[in-house]
């Protein structure tokens, strides 16, 4: 199944990143981060470089320093962790911007945080400039299990089905006064989720008869494969390789 809108979080372009097939920027994705996390920690200047290549495929895909910034609160949790290690992990302690701080515990923030960031602008990136549908039709091209994609593609069609519908839940219950405002109102937004899971449910259940009685056997139809030039195979190779020697360098010199 086919998402029948772009995602909020793909930028519309026609550069060179965004014409490239999904599947060789998915398998560039994977081979870079395993680099990135495979780097020793203690050479910081790798992690810049690493920086530098993701800098310079945003320019190429004309993809803004603010559209990844603001898309980048999904790290917060590792944030939140990296900032925690310094102060509760054990070791040899410190003195950092005034404070005393585990020298082990604040090697380990600096890791997390570095490939955490990497990562996610690598991810951003690429869905910045890949639709999901064709993100989809990549994993397929990958031989992932189909059951994965069948369950990856109903999520990011009804994604915004479900969210919707909360929404329509909430302006319910402040057309009617209600404002959550204590801990006495938790029973009410529980009942909410609870009516919430029912309706998804159920809507998933006329979903799936409805694509039986349209013969669905349990596949999605796919649209031919096009061979793939060998041009784009080596542009999308092109981030992981150089990270790669950026990581073979930094073990050398480790």
Do not use: C
């Not at 800098?55 to 910034?69: M, R």
């Not at 329509?168 to 959550?180: K, P, T, V, Y």
């Amino acid at each position: 199944m086919s998402a029948g809108h772009s995602h909020r979080l793909y930028r519309h372009g026609d550069t060179v990143v965004h014409r490239l097939p999904a599947h060789t920027k998915l398998l560039a994705l994977v081979l870079f981060v395993l680099t990135v996390v495979a780097t020793p920690r203690e050479q910081y200047w790798a992690f810049g470089a690493y920086l530098v290549l993701l800098a310079a495929v945003a320019v190429a895909a004309a993809v803004p320093v603010g559209f990844i910034a603001g898309r980048m609160v999904v790290e917060l949790p590792f944030v939140a962790f990296a900032l925690l290690l310094p102060f509760i992990a054990h070791g040899p302690r410190t003195e950092f911007l005034g404070l005393t701080v585990s020298q082990t515990g604040l090697l380990g923030a600096w890791n997390i945080l570095a490939k955490a960031t990497l990562g996610v602008i690598a991810s951003i990136l690429l869905a910045a400039t890949t639709e999901p549908r064709e993100l989809l039709t990549g994993l397929r091209r990958l031989r992932v299990p189909a059951l994965l994609v069948e369950i990856s593609s109903f999520m990011v069609r009804y994604a915004d089905v479900v969210t919707d519908e909360m929404r329509r839940m909430r302006i319910a219950r402040e057309s009617r006064g209600f404002q959550a405002s204590h801990l006495g109102h938790m029973r009410v937004l529980a009942r909410s989720a609870g009516a919430l899971f029912i309706r998804s449910y159920e809507r998933g259940e006329r979903v799936h008869l409805a694509m039986l009685a349209r013969g669905y056997t349990g596949v999605m139809p796919m649209t031919e494969d096009r061979p793939i030039p060998r041009t784009a195979w080596l542009a999308a190779a092109a981030v992981p390789l150089l990270a790669l020697v950026i990581a073979t360098t930094a073990w050398s010199l480790a």
